[in-house]
């Protein structure tokens, strides 16, 4: 079957484009995230291990996709001429600091956990249940308006320079292995959460 990804304008090429790896990436924190969504439905207990396994990657991985977008992907829609203005621009950050407030509410909450306090935990499970729903609305909206733009607007030299950034954005944010250890880190979530 086509998917979204094989109807862009140009034939598929042997290295990944930019909307490609972000894809993945969505895929990857979404299938976390499900896990995580999954382990607040079983149990009345929130596993403080797991969540705070779940911080650390999603304070860098996710928050690092969220910096390639705004610092390498939005700059390069500005160069062809997008306003930084354009509302849908302007939505893709917004949503990025609001997701950022919305994981610093569920780290504040993680350490009172420890009390057992009931109310405690029914705050850091509605804390948590907003986060999981922010992010898959939001990575949504990416995947159906930004992604599409991004591969109307880029031409493939701008997409390859794009793909250099990111890895050159990648290497200064998580070191030569930071990468493969949290992709180590998202497996182990998956089969602990
Ligand atoms: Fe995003
Ligand atoms: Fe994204």
């Given at each position: 079957?086509?998917?979204g990804k094989?109807?862009?304008?140009?034939?598929?090429?042997?290295?990944?484009?930019?909307?490609?790896?972000?894809?993945?990436?969505h895929?990857?924190?979404?299938?976390?995230?499900?896990?995580?969504?999954?382990g607040l439905d079983k149990t009345a207990q929130v596993d403080r291990d797991v969540w705070r396994d779940a911080l650390v990657f999603l304070r860098s991985f996710a928050a690092q996709h969220h910096a390639k977008e705004n610092i390498?992907?939005?700059a390069a829609l500005e160069r062809q001429g997008l306003a930084s203005s354009e509302p849908s621009l302007q939505n893709t950050i917004e949503e990025?600091?609001?997701?950022?407030?919305?994981?610093?509410?569920?780290?504040?909450?993680?350490?009172?956990?420890?009390?057992?306090?009931?109310d405690v935990a029914a705050r850091f499970?509605?804390?948590?249940?907003?986060?999981?729903?922010?992010?898959n609305a939001h990575m949504e909206q990416e995947?159906?308006?930004?992604f599409p733009m991004v591969e109307r607007e880029?031409?493939?030299?701008?997409?390859?320079?794009?793909?250099?950034?990111?890895?050159?954005?990648?290497?200064?944010?998580?070191?030569?292995?930071?990468?493969?250890?949290?992709?180590?880190?998202a497996s182990h979530l998956r089969r602990e959460a």
């Open positions: 079957m086509e998917t094989s109807l862009g304008r140009r034939p598929r090429r042997a290295s990944a484009t930019p909307t490609e790896i972000l894809s993945a990436e895929d990857l924190i979404l299938d976390v995230v499900k896990t995580l969504e999954h390498v992907l939005l990025h600091r609001e997701e950022a407030a919305l994981l610093d509410a569920i780290a504040n909450l993680l350490p009172e956990l420890a009390s057992d306090d009931p499970r509605q804390a948590a249940r907003a986060y999981c729903a922010h992010l995947a159906r308006y930004l880029l031409s493939e030299e701008d997409e390859r320079d794009v793909v250099h950034r990111f890895l050159l954005h990648r290497h200064a944010a998580d070191g030569e292995d930071g990468y493969d250890r949290l992709l180590a880190l």
